[in-house]
């Protein structure tokens, strides 16, 4: 790749190469640079040597000391009680759903605490 001509590079203005050229470093104010360098703490180092075993062990593992095992399919079949149970739900069910609302009777409802007039409210006001 060749370098670019000077044609080619953009143009500066004129106003900031005489900033440039003018510029005062006495003027800038000295700071001082720190490093912040904070070391991990113990238990960080012993955690990662945890975990880098842990990666060597799954790396280095030999498939060669699996054995073979043959899978154990283990069928729970419900029991008698389990049964009687389940068919008395659907029968609770099925009379829920086929709940005939013709039957009900009418009720009343009565308000057994009622809320107080004004006038009561206004006794209470004046005795206080």
Same mark, same amino acid.
């Given at each position: @790749?060749?370098?670019?001509? $000077?044609? #080619? +590079?953009?143009?500066?203005?004129?106003?900031?190469?005489?900033? +440039?050229? #003018?510029?005062?470093?006495?003027? @800038?104010? *000295?700071?001082?640079?720190?490093?912040?360098?904070?070391?991990?703490?113990? =238990?960080?180092?012993? &955690?990662?040597?945890?975990?880098?075993? +842990?990666? %060597? #062990?799954?790396?280095?593992? %030999?498939?060669?000391?699996?054995? *073979?095992? &043959?899978? &154990? =399919?283990?069928? *729970?079949?419900?029991?008698?009680?389990?049964?009687?149970? =389940?068919? !008395? &739900? %659907?029968?609770? +069910?099925? !009379?829920?759903?086929?709940?005939?609302?013709?039957? @009900?009777? *009418?009720?009343?409802?009565?308000?057994? #605490?009622?809320?107080?007039?004004?006038?009561?409210?206004? %006794? =209470? $006001?004046?005795?206080?």
């Amino acid at each position: @790749m060749s370098s670019p001509k $000077k044609e #080619n +590079l953009p143009k500066v203005s004129p106003a900031i190469k005489v900033e +440039l050229t #003018n510029f005062d470093s006495t003027k @800038m104010k *000295h700071t001082e640079t720190r490093e912040a360098v904070s070391l991990p703490s113990k =238990e960080d180092v012993e &955690q990662e040597k945890a975990h880098n075993t +842990l990666l %060597q #062990n799954v790396e280095g593992f %030999q498939r060669s000391t699996l054995h *073979h095992t &043959q899978p &154990q =399919e283990k069928i *729970h079949l419900p029991s008698a009680e389990e049964i009687e149970q =389940e068919k !008395g &739900q %659907q029968q609770l +069910l099925e !009379g829920i759903k086929g709940f005939d609302t013709t039957k @009900m009777k *009418h009720a009343e409802t009565e308000v057994k #605490n009622p809320l107080p007039t004004k006038d009561v409210i206004d %006794q =209470e $006001k004046a005795s206080n």
